[in-house]
């Protein structure tokens, strides 16, 4: 597998570490139902089959946490984007900037 | 020596040197053959065709293929630790000294003892290791499994190192086309013309694929005259390169192929420098597969006799190599092969004694050719079987109407038909589909950038597989970007490829074998199918059909529609197995490349490595680390009196400790303190400017990850240390926290692990020593420079130098870091400087001691399953702000205040030694699981105290001192009674940090 890193270009697969779904946002925890949002913020994963957004670390690279969308059939991927700047934009989109 | 006589050797065809004459030996006997031959047309022009016995029923085999595919002639090449099983005869490339040796055969291949195994037959059917030797169970290790070793198998491996080096390489090109037939040399030139860079494989040693085995012409001249002109072309271009002996095994993600190059397989020992095979990744933005189709037998009686060969494969030997495969042929087809065949046979001088055909419609051009030639013509008729012992000495053929006659031959040339080799379009998970008017099995859906052509395909005529090829050549030049340019597809002639399904004779009297390498019969299948195995993948469980070296590349589809026709299912419904990489073996050592030995991973060494190993020091492995462990001096010789003396001169003087390891990030930003704040579960954005702090990470589940220091050097300026263990999960960690968590914090990490020299000098002299080495005018006092002060400075006239108060042996103490490459002088000067205050340096073995003197946590207590709690670092947890893994650290189960948690033990008789590992159970209780109330994490011998100590975790801990407990040790029967004590054994106030 290979993947587009938008700071490095396409690299191998190797050069990068996996954490899991990117569509799990971390909660607030300040929220009066953190204790379950945390739970399943820690716990609670889909079996994604199909197009799947997902952490990727570029360890070997640039130290960017990356955004991929692969789809877990094919391992095609689909798109790469910076987790940071998606942060920031979902940041945005929802006026939560800490 | 032996000038033997190559008595099959044809005079006047084959692309062999014969000016270049070379000598070999086989079970001993030494042959000669010609470069350009392999080991099996070198054989067989010596005349040799019995060349190993099978796997189960020892019975004669020869050699039935020319290429991969090969289920018989397997051979041990070569000798001592350079021994190599299962070595395929038919793809050896022939050179001067080879050593090849039969396998499977006892005491020699012509006489082999164990062909008794053949009348044993009924008991070694289709999944005789499930019936037979079930029962008594206790006779399975010691009598039946060793018996089976021995009798079946394939060859021996080496009992050596392998003394010769394996490379790793990487490649990167548009296209890649994988078969240099008709089809991948029209696509790969086509390509290559555009600009486009190119690679080419191929599994053999010449490019040219069945162009060199059969006797065709292409744009006028003859075919491998082509492949030539079209292969010195390729060379021209500066973006193509050219691989043969390279066999591209299996198909991943993204474009990435895996190849292995056999390097120096064709030369008794690689030279210098040059590794035996090379282990490729290759990434294309298209790749073409061309490799071509396979040749299936048809199943009969006596199928596996030497003489039985595939029709191809005679053709091959025949134009190729220049060899007679036998003096009379009987051709059996079910296909237009047979026809070409006996024209080549013919052409050779080789006895043609009939044409047997499963079809009863040959064309008339056969028909008259046979006629002039001689040739009997068996329409609708079968070869049943193949009657000799140790070789064919006739066929026995039923014709359509039943009757049986035997014809005098010693070569049956066979062909059931053609199977694309579909294998590597499979890998990433596409069906191939059977395709009914092609009898054969085409690909399906492709990965994405591959394209097939040629009869990989099912394209089986040369004139559309020269087509095809620069078809997808030039298509996939043009998605990669690059002009078309006009290139003319040479003129040639599509051969008749007329074919109707035929499988299985079943009026074979003999056993007929599907599989050979596997000793898979006919009746075997059959056997499966009755008892309910009738899907292909436990037909394969079953029977072993498809296993091993060959995978079933000749075997599978006729074991399919095999039992297709006993289910009365379509081949199409009755599927076939998944081909799954490697599409050929691949050797272990090949994929190990330079990583053995030493080399397995990198070895990590601190900057003044060189300096401990001139001070002798022992060193152990801490990751990639190699850490010194402790530094022996003249005339002790057990480490534990090293270790003492070591504890003893910190604790007394002063000692010097290599901490370079430990991980390092500097953190900027105006948001550094905030930031910092969020991942430990303290307060750190309150430490002052020029001051550390003890700090504990968590996981976001609530449980312990790391711990260290952070010091403040400015406001928006820190810098933590990480556990050496840890340094890289915790940066990732950060980042994440970084960039995903909190992208909007001016915060910035740099990982500086490397860039420092580190070092702990602690025990009372340390003031003193320091003082020696710092530029004034800094004032190293302890009122200027009190415990946890942290600085900038300059030591040792001018170098860079960070002074941090800290201390983990609980002496007065300091960590002094240099840059990188002024480690080494700076470990050298503290030695010399310090003599006069009885300086030591001291390894990872006194600095553990040290830390469990202290009741300090490391390793065995931060290990994955406690919390700040059970570390007994609960209170440091801030209640003024969230960070990682507070809300998960409340759940119930976590904060459990009877969770185990992290105390101290002393053996009740002082000098009993504790062991780590040793299970906590109440004094008088059994020692069941039930009863287990916790287990000790670290032990070492206290020289300050003079008795073993130890750190465990105990349930309810802090309500149990003075009590009295077994610490249970069954694995190496100790049972010691030990006291609960507080975790901290020496200066338990704390009084030494400050002075």
């Known amino acids: 597998m290979r993947i587009n890193c938008p700071h490095c270009g396409q690299r191998s697969n190797d050069e990068f570490s996996y954490l899991g779904d990117a569509s799990i946002v971390r909660p607030d925890p300040a929220a009066p139902n953190a204790n379950e949002a945390f739970y399943a913020f820690g716990y609670e994963r889909a079996n994604i089959a199909g197009p799947m957004q997902e952490l990727w670390y570029h360890a070997a690279g640039c130290h960017a946490w990356l955004v991929v969308t692969r789809d877990t059939r094919n391992h095609e991927i689909l798109d790469v984007k910076s987790a940071q700047e998606v942060a920031l934009e979902r940041q945005k989109a929802a006026g939560t900037a800490q | ?995």
């Not at chain 2, 906590?920 to 300050?944: C, E, H, L």
Request: proline share 5%; with cysteine; aromatic share 8%.
């Open chain 2, 1 to 995: 020596m032996t000038q033997s006589a190559q008595t099959a050797r044809l005079k006047d065809r084959g692309l062999i040197d014969r000016s270049q004459s070379l000598t070999f030996t086989f079970d001993g006997v030494p042959y000669n053959g010609y470069a350009g031959d392999t080991l099996a047309s070198a054989l067989l022009a010596n005349g040799v065709r019995l060349v190993g016995r099978s796997f189960k029923y020892h019975r004669p085999r020869g050699i039935l293929t020319s290429g991969s595919e090969e289920p018989n002639a397997l051979v041990e090449l070569r000798s001592g630790a350079r021994r190599e099983p299962n070595t395929k005869a038919t793809i050896t490339e022939l050179y001067d000294g080879l050593e090849a040796k039969s396998q499977n055969r006892f005491p020699s291949l012509s006489l082999d003892l164990l062909a008794v195994n053949g009348l044993l037959s009924p008991f070694l059917s289709a999944g005789f290791y499930y019936k037979t030797f079930m029962w008594p169970a206790s006779f399975w290790e010691k009598f039946y499994e060793p018996m089976i070793r021995r009798a079946a198998g394939l060859g021996r491996a080496a009992q050596e190192h392998d003394p010769d080096s394996y490379d790793k390489a990487f490649a990167f090109c548009d296209i890649l086309v994988v078969g240099s037939g008709p089809a991948g040399l029209m696509a790969a030139l086509t390509a290559a013309r555009t600009g486009a860079r190119v690679i080419l494989v191929d599994e053999n040693f010449a490019f040219g694929g069945r162009l060199l085995s059969d006797v065709r012409t292409v744009g006028g001249v003859k075919g491998a005259d082509w492949v030539n002109s079209v292969v010195a072309e390729l060379r021209s271009f500066p973006g193509v390169r050219l691989m043969p002996r390279t066999t591209v095994f299996g198909a991943y993600d993204t474009g990435t192929f895996g190849a292995v190059e056999r390097v120096a397989d064709h030369v008794p020992v690689p030279a210098a420098g040059v590794p035996r095979q090379r282990l490729w990744r290759i990434v294309a933005k298209h790749t073409i597969i061309a490799q071509g189709a396979m040749e299936r037998p048809i199943v009969f009686g006596n199928n596996d006799r030497p003489g039985v060969m595939l029709a191809s494969a005679v053709r091959t030997y025949i134009n190729r190599f220049g060899v007679k495969p036998g003096e009379t042929a009987v051709v059996f087809s079910n296909n237009d092969d047979g026809a070409s065949t006996i024209e080549d046979l013919v052409g050779a001088g080789i006895r043609v004694a009939a044409l047997v055909d499963t079809r009863t419609m040959l064309q008339p051009a056969t028909k008259s050719f046979a006629r002039k030639h001689g040739i009997r013509i068996f329409e609708g008729a079968v070869v049943a079987d193949a009657i000799g012992s140790s070789r064919v000495t006739s066929a026995r053929i039923v014709g359509a109407d039943g009757t049986s006659q035997n014809i005098a031959c010693d070569l049956i040339a066979v062909s059931g038909g053609f199977n694309p080799s579909v294998q590597v379009t499979t890998h990433l998970g596409g069906r191939a589909q059977w395709q009914q008017e092609l009898a054969a099995f085409v690909p399906g859906a492709l990965p994405k950038g591959m394209a097939v052509s040629g009869s990989a395909k099912g394209t089986f005529g040369l004139a559309s597989c020269l087509k095809e090829g620069a078809q997808a050549g030039e298509a996939a030049a043009v998605a990669s970007g690059f002009q078309a340019a006009a290139s003319a597809v040479p003129a040639a002639d599509d051969e008749p490829s007329d074919i109707s399904a035929f499988w299985h004779v079943k009026t074979a009297k003999h056993k007929a074998f599907v599989d050979q390498q596997n000793d898979v019969t006919a009746a075997d299948v059959a056997l499966a199918e009755r008892e309910g195995y009738r899907s292909v993948e436990h037909l394969k469980r079953y029977t072993t059909l498809g296993m091993a070296t060959d995978q079933g590349k000749t075997s599978n589809v006729n074991g399919l529609a095999i039992l297709a026709q006993l289910t009365g299912k379509t081949i199409a419904a009755t599927g076939a197995t998944s081909a799954r990489p490697p599409y050929t073996p691949v050797s272990l050592g090949a994929l190990a490349g330079e990583h053995r030995g030493k080399h397995f991973k990198a070895t990590r060494l601190t900057p003044s490595h060189d300096w401990a190993k001139e001070r002798g020091a022992a060193f152990i492995e801490t990751g990639m680390w190699l850490r010194a462990q402790y530094y022996p001096k003249p005339g002790e010789n057990d480490w534990l009196t090293t270790v003492c003396r070591e504890v003893n001169t910190v604790r007394n003087a002063v000692g010097v400790c290599d901490v370079s390891t430990l991980g390092k990030i500097e953190i900027h930003g105006t948001d550094a303190g905030k930031f910092l704040d969020r991942v430990y579960i303290n307060m750190m954005s309150t430490l002052g400017v020029g001051k550390a702090r003890y700090g504990m990470m968590l996981r976001e589940d609530g449980i312990a990850m790391d711990d260290g220091t952070a010091a403040r050097f400015a406001d928006d300026r820190y810098f933590i240390t990480t556990t050496t263990a840890n340094a890289i999960k915790v940066l990732q960690h950060l980042e994440l926290c970084r960039q995903w968590y909190w992208p909007d914090l001016d915060v910035q990490l740099f990982p500086v692990s490397d860039q420092w020299a580190q070092y702990s000098v602690a025990g009372p002299r340390a003031r003193d020593l320091l003082a020696k080495i710092v530029d004034a005018p800094f004032d190293i006092s302890n009122a200027a420079f009190p415990y946890m002060a942290v600085a900038e400075l300059t030591v040792m006239g001018g170098i860079k130098a960070r002074l941090y108060r800290l201390s983990f042996s609980g002496e007065m103490a300091y960590e002094i870091a240099v840059p990188a490459r002024q480690g080494d002088r700076l470990m050298r000067t503290l030695m010399a400087k310090g003599e006069e205050f009885g300086v030591a340096p001291y390894g990872t073995e006194a600095l553990g001691v040290m830390r469990i003197e202290k009741g300090h946590v490391a390793g065995p207590e931060l290990n994955g399953m406690t919390t700040a709690g059970d570390l007994g670092l609960g209170k440091m947890a801030s209640t003024k702000k969230d960070f990682v893994g507070r809300v998960l650290s409340q759940r119930p189960g976590l904060a459990d205040p009877t969770r185990p948690r992290v105390v101290g033990f002393r053996p009740v008789d002082r000098s009993a030694r504790l062991r780590g590992g040793a299970h906590f159970i109440g004094k008088d209780d059994a020692a069941v699981a039930q009863n287990d109330q916790g287990y000790m994490t670290s032990v070492a011998y206290s020289p300050s105290l003079g008795h073993w100590i130890g750190l465990g975790l105990l349930s309810g801990a802090e309500s149990r001192m003075g009590e009295i407990l077994r610490a249970f040790d069954p694995v190496r029967n100790g049972d010691v009674l030990v006291e609960v004590v507080p975790a901290t054994f020496v200066d338990v106030e704390g009084a030494r940090l400050r002075v």
